[in-house]
């Protein structure tokens, strides 16, 4: 039995079986940028990202000595205590944002929990704070936003949503892209508009030009608030610091995790403007929220994108691969969506599972999100004969997909 082998055995008879019936197949080890190596010694190139969270890829050197040095100062202080890392990164949250309070602009603050889920639930919980006498909140299909049962609430997937009603708010449903469905669907009885500025569970779907703007504009039109869920798509993952910025709309709220720690557990709720202190004393709390390692993480993480460039390379380099990919000219790929290094490989056929399979045999990690979308998520730091590599071995890794499919039909 190899060391894979027994490691999921052991992992079935101990873990909730909550993502699949059967352990993953890869069992990883440690890893090195873009490459990791699982428990029997195998190297892959990784392109799922770990959820589109390992933003500067595995072990970066930087992020390595933050976490150890501050693990050696301060693990830990609860929300009774005051630590500079935290209220540091909250300054540089809100200067990204483009919301200190500087040259006029309306200023904002931030809450720290330490997952996108619970961002999702603070920015719930400020919008009931905010608008208690509207019980509708408009959502997304499609569209994902967690699993506790506030967030889960918005979640345009029914088969994720359903086994859990009923829910604290009642949610109308629009389809992403459609701004006068959206439009017409927000109306005075309407708390807020909780919005991906790109899909990501639904497979990197972009929306429309002008499609945040007219959200922004409805919201107004309503009194509704403006949420934008930024856990997969924030800090520089499609070439911009905030996805949003690409249409230069401004929520009221604006919800992070995932990469902004490049792996470690982190989530933020940033409320802007009128809404920046929401949440007052008594209304929210976390014990490991803002923890001080965490967030020295996440300042190193900023440090890095912005002295190595990364928010140019990730543009440059996620153009390349998409590119790439394109020309393979092989008929199940239909074309290439997303922005930034984050993109998404549409099928022609619902091969989806097959192909990640077959990817990860000849090793490279991608994420079949959907039947006929493949999620790739590489680091910021991912190169261009690192994309040249898996453009190369994606005609035989589509052809053993193929083979296998019929070996089992």
Known sequence: MSRTDDLRKRFNEAIMPTYDDYAPAVALAHGKGARVTDVDGREYLDLAGGLSATLLGHAHPDVAAAISRQAGELIHSSNQYLHEREVELAERLRTLLGRDGSNGMPTSRVFFCNSGTEANEAALKLVRRQRPSRPVVVAAKEGFHGR??????????????????????????????????????????????????VQGEAGVIPPPDGYLHAARDACDAAGALFVLDEVQSGVGRTGRWFAHQHEGVVPDVMTLSKGLAAGMPIGACIGIGEYSDALSVGYHGSTFGGNPVSCAAALTVLDVIERDGLLANATQVGDALASGIEAVGDPVISHVRGRGMWRAIVLTEPLGVEIGEAAARAGFLISPVRPQAIRLAPPLTFTETEAAEFCAALPAILADARAATATAG
């Open 148 to 197: 506790t049962f506030g967030s889960l609430a918005l979640a345009g997937v029914p088969s994720v949503r359903e086994p859990y009603a009923p829910f604290v708010y009642d949610v109308r449903f629009v389809t992403y892209g459609d701004a006068t469905e959206l439009a017409a669907a927000t109306r005075d009885d309407t708390a807020a508009v909780f919005l991906e500025p």
